[in-house]
């Protein structure tokens, strides 16, 4: 298996294509907390775009305002380039995008079809379930993502690891032909065998010509994955870079100390 980058020179990239998704100005308070503020962010099909910040820069926010979860209040999200209203998460989902969230929304009580297949089961002429069927459909999504140490998909999710159930969330997402995978903080809770096996993934779905969203504080991951990288601070876009003509140091730099365009705190009183 050749994984190895060498950053992207092979790999196909629609440059200059309309963004799949893309945030205009969009900002979100709650209460005296102005979680976001004017942010700005996009990607594309065949791209991992990464979204860094410290923790409370306002990642899980932008993700949850992807989402629909989060109205947001001011700015526009725009979807192939046309602005979308996404007042919940069946709007998300209706338009292909899929989230795998920190903690996984996988039942530890099923196995990996029903996992996989949860609340879209497919029905055989006789209104049986056609398990046959489905068994086949996670066999050879799991493959054409060349996730192999899964060793039977009729095992329950319970007895996988971290980085397994990573996969498994993942591919579901390419099974139901989502358009752009978010992932948030997929190697946070992840060894190193693990973590390698999800990056891999990560990269396979980008090369599949799907959108990848990347939410992550962790640089060495986004350095081996991302094309481009977004840095949040105190809920602003203060950075933007392609990997390959940035340095971690310089993105420590922006993520620590990039600079602001209004002050939350004085910006808060401005409103009140
Ligand atoms: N539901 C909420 N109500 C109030 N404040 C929130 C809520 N969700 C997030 N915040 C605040 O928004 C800011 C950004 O949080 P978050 O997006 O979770 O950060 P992170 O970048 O670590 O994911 C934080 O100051 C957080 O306390
Ligand atoms: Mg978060």
């Known amino acids: 298996m050749t994984t190895t980058t060498d950053d992207g020179g092979s790999r196909e990239r629609p440059s200059g294509a309309v963004p799949i998704l893309e945030l205009k100005g969009v900002s979100k308070r709650f209460g005296a907390v102005q979680a976001l503020h004017e942010v700005n962010f996009d990607v594309r099909a065949g791209e991992v775009s990464a979204l860094v910040g410290d923790n409370g820069a306002g990642k899980s926010v932008t993700i949850k305002c992807i989402a629909g ?26 338009l292909g995008i899929e989230i795998v969230y920190q903690d996984l929304a996988l039942a530890d009580n099923l196995d990996v079809v029903q996992n996989m297949y949860l ?3 497919e029905i ?79 990269k396979r ?32 876009d203060v950075a933007r870079f392609n990997t390959e003509e940035t340095t971690q140091r310089e993105v420590v730099e922006a993520i620590t100390a990039g600079k602001l365009s209004t002050v939350p705190g004085q910006e808060a009183e401005a409103h009140a």
């Open 69 to 94: 979860i989060y109205p947001i209040d001011g700015g526009e999200i725009l979807w192939e380039g046309k602005p979308v209203a996404i007042r919940g998460p069946k709007d998300s989902a209706a």
């Open 205 to 236: 779905l980008a090369e599949q010509g799907l959108a990848v969203m990347l939410v992550s504080h962790n640089l060495h991951d986004i350095f081996e994955v991302a094309d481009r990288i977004t840095v949040l601070r105190l809920g602003q």
């Open 119 to 121: 609340g879209r089961e």
């Open 124 to 202: 055989t002429p006789f209104h049986a379930l056609d398990e046959t069927r489905m068994e086949q459909r996670c066999s050879e999504t799991l493959s054409s993502l060349s996730v192999t140490t899964i060793r039977s998909v009729r095992q329950t999710v319970a007895g996988l690891s971290g980085g397994q159930r990573q996969s498994i969330a993942v591919a579901k997402a390419v099974m139901w032909n989502s358009r752009l995978v978010i992932l948030d903080e997929p190697t946070a809770a992840l060894g190193v065998a693990q973590t390698r096996q999800v990056l891999d993934l990560v």
